[in-house]
């Protein structure tokens, strides 16, 4: 059994900042990458930064230079800090995370609860 339970996310004034967290238990042999994704109303989920274990960071483009992402892998944790935030990145966050819980199986992706991320004046 492997849990991802979220931490952070609220309201927040334009050009503010939040910090959110991650954090993966249970059975778990490696992680290949942990990230967040996010889904706003009426919308598709999309990518918002994934990071490797070796912590090669990917972001979207529209979050380059606001977010930074960051990696403990001694705990299994993953932290977004979001920077500059604005109208538009309101969204339900969800942590992601792509990992081996059998040595003779590969990757298996599982989701956090999610958490929801208000930016408003």
């Known amino acids: 059994q492997v849990h991802l339970v979220q931490s952070g996310g609220g309201l927040v004034q334009p050009g503010g900042s939040l910090r959110l967290s991650c954090a993966a238990s249970?059975?778990?042999?490696?992680?290949?990458?942990m990230g967040w994704y996010r889904q706003a109303p009426g919308k598709q989920r999309e990518l918002v930064a994934v990071?490797?274990?070796?912590?090669?960071?990917n972001y979207a483009d529209s979050v380059k230079g606001r977010f930074t992402i960051s990696r403990d892998n001694a705990k299994n944790t993953v932290y977004p800090q979001m920077n500059s935030l604005q109208p538009e990145d309101t969204a339900l966050y969800y942590c992601?995370?792509?990992?081996?819980?059998?040595?003779?199986?590969?990757?298996?992706?599982?989701w956090g609860q999610g958490t929801q991320v208000t930016v408003s004046s």
């Open positions: 249970g059975s778990i042999v490696s992680i290949n990458t």
């Open positions: 990071i490797t274990s070796g912590g090669g960071p």
């Open positions: 992601n995370a792509l990992l081996k819980i059998r040595v003779t199986l590969g990757p298996i992706n599982y």
